[in-house]
């Protein structure tokens, strides 16, 4: 699983490199090098947190109501977290006022989510 989430993240940082001369150019607002996006900031902060938080709550509530697997809790875990992160960019490149989507953003939300399982894991 920690494989696959480094992978995905190695991909979507390179993604501007791989197609930097061909004919196909990505949008400035889907663009991995943002000049306005800081690497430390609230927003940043907030998408940790989330995900950390929807990461272990989700898991705790799976795992005492509905899925008896602690393993398949930690799956669907992850994967509301992260699909929460993903959505919200989503509705911030849409946006009519500064459209980014922000690869630091889902940057912040698979750290949080990987802490989350950490703690879920030592707990």
Same mark, same amino acid.
């Given at each position: 699983? $920690?494989?696959?989430?480094?992978?995905?993240?190695?991909?979507?940082?390179?993604?501007?490199?791989?197609?930097?001369?061909? &004919?196909?150019?990505?949008?400035?607002? +889907?663009?991995?090098?943002?000049?306005? @996006?800081?690497?430390?900031?609230? =927003? $940043?902060? &907030? #998408?940790?947190?989330?995900?950390?938080?929807?990461?272990?709550?989700? +898991? +705790?509530?799976?795992?005492?109501?509905?899925? =008896? @697997?602690? #393993?398949?809790?930690? $799956?669907?875990?992850?994967?509301?977290?992260?699909?929460?992160?993903?959505?919200?960019?989503?509705? =911030?490149?849409?946006? $009519?006022?500064?459209?980014?989507?922000?690869?630091? @953003?889902?940057?912040?939300?698979?750290?949080?989510?990987?802490?989350?399982?950490?703690?879920?894991?030592?707990?």
């Amino acid at each position: 699983m $920690k494989k696959i989430l480094l992978i995905i993240l190695i991909l979507s940082m390179t993604v501007n490199i791989l197609f930097a001369k061909s &004919q196909f150019k990505i949008p400035k607002k +889907y663009s991995v090098i943002q000049p306005n @996006d800081k690497w430390l900031s609230f =927003d $940043k902060w &907030q #998408h940790f947190s989330s995900s950390f938080i929807i990461t272990v709550n989700s +898991y +705790y509530q799976l795992n005492q109501f509905m899925i =008896d @697997d602690k #393993h398949k809790c930690k $799956k669907v875990s992850v994967s509301i977290s992260l699909s929460a992160g993903l959505v919200k960019e989503i509705f =911030d490149v849409r946006r $009519k006022n500064n459209p980014l989507f922000s690869w630091k @953003d889902i940057f912040f939300d698979i750290s949080g989510t990987m802490l989350g399982i950490v703690v879920v894991n030592n707990i």
